[in-house]
């Protein structure tokens, strides 16, 4: 029997969108498996159609660790798009992400996870938000603009949405609504289905290799006309009945659904 048909079903997959991280993916990788040591996980690194030989290297390393996974883009669809193709392939009850670069510390997975766990069921999203950050300055502005006007206009309980690490209870993350640019909006978007979100401050840190694929300003009017997007979806979003059991039906269906 081979080491990866062996393991046990893993209760939590750690999703890791990446694009040209080839130098930062193998030390990432070490540092979530040594965070979640002695728990039942997979990691599954998404290759968004990078050109770096970051596809050769996973499939060496694969072959290797037997809780890694690694899917590819064939060519780049971008960071929502990786993380929800590393959600419809996971197979813990418990999604966590977290960015490809190493700027999300691993060591606070544990954290994420005791938090959800520690809220309840009612608690669908444990969402980190970074303390100080090491971007530059302009990236932090920038930043620091984005949440406030999208804390002031969606409600979002959240002072840093656009942290890369999160915990997230998977059943309730399939019921979102996809578009692009989605993992920026996780809190609102679970708040819209009924359930409550926790928080824990990680610490950020630096880039060890490469530099940022992803600019500044150049997605920020698409940012815009995503965030009034959102807000509509929340406005249109009907009350959830709470279901009684009659009879006839599992007695934990009702338990499922949030309260209105």
């Not at 578009?179 to 630096?206: K, M, N, Q």
């Amino acid at each position: 029997m081979s080491a990866q048909a062996s393991r046990p079903e893993p209760e939590i997959s750690v999703i890791v969108p990446a694009k040209d991280e080839r130098e930062n993916l193998g030390e990432l990788i070490e540092e979530i498996a040594a965070a979640l040591a002695g728990r039942a996980f997979e990691i599954i690194v998404v290759d968004d159609g990078s050109s770096d030989g970051s596809a050769e290297m996973l499939a060496a390393r694969a072959r290797e660790l037997p809780f890694l996974r690694a899917l590819r883009h064939a060519s780049a669809c971008g960071q929502s798009a990786s993380v929800r193709s590393g959600l419809y392939a996971a197979r813990g009850a418990v999604v966590v992400t977290i960015d490809g670069d190493g700027e999300n510390d691993p060591a606070y997975i544990p954290a994420l996870l005791e938090a959800l766990e520690a809220a309840g069921p009612s608690v669908a999203l444990a969402a980190g938000q970074r303390t100080g950050r090491k971007a530059s300055a302009a990236k932090r502005l920038a930043s620091r603009f984005a949440n406030r006007l999208r804390g002031w206009l969606l409600k979002d309980q959240t002072r840093d949405s656009g942290c890369g690490l999160k915990a997230l209870r998977r059943d309730v993350f399939l019921r979102l609504p996809y578009f692009d640019s989605w993992h920026r909006f996780l809190p609102a978007l679970v708040l819209r289905e009924g359930y409550g979100v926790t928080h824990v401050d990680i610490v950020d840190r630096h880039r060890r290799h490469g530099s940022s694929k992803y600019g500044i300003f150049d997605r920020a009017f698409v940012g815009i006309l995503d965030l009034f997007g959102v807000w509509w979806l929340r406005r249109r979003r009907k009350r959830i009945p709470q279901l009684s059991n009659i009879a006839g039906l599992p007695a934990d269906v009702a338990k499922e659904e949030p309260r209105c």
